[in-house]
């Protein structure tokens, strides 16, 4: 990870789940500038070639602070999960049978959580 992207708070977080074994990529670009189904669908056929079951990408705002992350989940997580997910702030998306989940005002204890329910 190029830690002149990425702040300080960023780096705790992209160290973290790298220490989990994620592959995490780190852009100013974010998920959310994807319009149409066909640009979505494309992001999570990515993970479905991918070894890991989810990938994760940390975006950035101007000041190099994270904006938000998003973890592409292969498969269905299933009611209980999306709903707890929901209630610990996440936004949960579902595209041709696979999960995004998106969370804003991430604060590193929120993502440890995110990822004990979603794992």
Do not use: W
Not at 24 to 34: D, F, G, I, M
Not at 49 to 63: E, H, I, N, W
């Amino acid at each position: 990870m190029d830690n002149t992207v990425c702040g300080e708070a960023c780096g705790a977080v992209v160290s973290m789940l790298e220490s989990m074994g994620f592959t995490v990529s780190v852009s100013r670009e974010s998920y959310a500038t994807l319009t149409g189904g066909v640009a979505r669908r494309d992001v999570v056929r990515g993970i479905r070639t991918s070894p890991q079951p989810a990938k994760v990408s940390v975006y950035l705002r101007g000041d190099g602070s994270i904006g938000k992350v998003h973890i592409f989940v292969r498969g269905s997580l299933g009611s209980p999960r999306l709903e707890a997910l929901e209630e610990a702030g996440a936004s949960v998306d579902e595209v041709d049978g696979d999960t995004i989940i998106t969370v804003k005002r991430l604060r590193l204890e929120d993502l440890g959580g995110i990822l004990a329910i979603v794992f």
